[in-house]
């Protein structure tokens, strides 16, 4: 038997976790400068009022007409912002610059904005699409660029909208598609802290607790369904641990996932099968292997060292990981958004060398 295994025969975590390197950056970056300027195939989920309103992709959205669909292509913007700060020699910092100056004009903003004045445009892309949008002016805020500040109109748009629609929300979204409430609070929470907005800090933990507060044993049943892109699971804890005070969260994930230790819920630790890479919905299931790992890592991060439940979890972040990398391009409907997930898996907290 391995000697750096665990007297219950289980392997530690890699001594070597998998992270984010410049290798992946360029990789990603020249995946998504691809997508990012292909408007066809695209599925724009655009509600007509009249036959005016029977337009392309590009004429409806100036900014975000890309990517397959507008919150795939919001989220390929924020990917791109990301790997230019973090690794701005390994990606084609010059091809992103030009696309941001290009697409983040006040003319295409404005364009934008109108979109969402639309009457029928109320829940357009709520919630998935707005926190990435959030997430994406977040991360503009730390660039030296002139691109967050031409962004800020449609960014408060969206905080408007989010100020707006929590109190009437009583209940939350417990799937594992763009409708989870947990995913879009997390993400969030993101541009509440970046723009200092203590009043909507406030109003997501508040929503938070109210929602799954009294969560208890959590037992993951149904999960992962057949599209399912996030765990419901995983990601309510992620939220609460994102918006929690420390002492709080681990109070409340004590409560919520109280077999960890044990591995269970077993369906949690398993990478999900995907059969078909071809179809939309089954390749979600790639994405599911990417955001758990993500939660899995985040998660773990909040634990001390030597709790019992970080190399169960780490491990799992690490295999979930090795399932899914490998086919983060190859058919388009997983390429035209996976390589985002990958980053944000590759890119949250991982484990110091054992």
């Given amino acids: 038997m391995d000697p750096s295994a665990d007297q219950r025969g289980r392997a530690p975590h890699p001594v070597h976790a998998t992270t984010l390197t410049a290798d992946h950056a360029a990789r990603f970056a020249h995946i998504v400068l691809g ?16 036959p005016a309103d029977a337009l392309t992709p590009r004429a409806l959205h100036p900014i975000f007409w890309g990517s397959y669909d507008w919150h795939s ?6 990917m791109l912002a990301t790997l230019l700060r973090r690794f701005p020699t390994a990606v084609p910092a010059a091809d992103i610059r030009a696309l941001f100056d290009d697409r983040f ?7 934008e904005c109108a979109y969402f004045a639309r009457p029928t445009a109320r829940g357009f892309k709520r919630p998935y699409g707005w926190a990435w ?21 449609l960014t408060q748009v969206i905080v ?22 947990a995913f879009a609070l997390r993400l969030f929470a993101d541009w509440a802290e970046a ?18 507060g009294a969560d208890v044993a959590c037992p993951a049943w149904g999960e992962p369904g057949l599209d399912e892109f996030l765990s419901p699971a995983l990601v309510e804890a992620e939220c609460m641990r994102r918006l929690l005070p420390a002492d709080a969260f681990g109070a409340w994930f004590d409560r919520f996932l109280p077999r960890l230790a044990a ?34 890592r985040a998660l773990a991060s909040a634990l001390p060292d030597a709790d019992p ?36 898996a590759l890119d949250a907290p991982a484990p110091p060398p054992a």
């Fill in 195 to 212: 723009s200092k907005d203590a009043a909507l800090q406030t109003l997501l933990r508040d929503t938070a607790e109210a929602w799954y």
């Fill in 35 to 50: 997508h990012v300027a292909r408007e066809y195939p695209n599925n724009p989920d655009h509600a007509l009022a009249g």
């Fill in 73 to 78: 292509c919001v989220h390929s913007h924020w």
């Fill in 263 to 296: 591995g269970e819920p077993a369906t949690l630790f398993r990478p999900p099968q995907v059969t078909d890479r071809t179809d939309g919905k089954i390749a979600h299931l790639d994405g599911l292997a990417l955001s758990r790992a993500w939660c899995w």
């Fill in 160 to 181: 408007a909208r989010v100020h707006a629609f929590l109190p009437l929300a009583v209940y939350p979204m417990r799937v594992g598609t763009h409708f989870n409430t």
């Fill in 105 to 111: 004009t006040p003319e295409n903003v404005a364009a």
């Fill in 309 to 344: 439940r970080r190399t169960r979890m780490l491990d799992s972040a690490e295999q979930h990981l090795a399932a899914a990398l490998p086919h983060v391009a190859g058919d388009y409907m997983g390429e035209h958004w996976l390589a985002s997930f990958a980053v944000l």
């Fill in 133 to 153: 949008l959030l997430a994406l002016a977040a991360e503009l805020t730390r660039h030296d660029a002139p691109w967050g500040a031409t962004l800020a109109p």
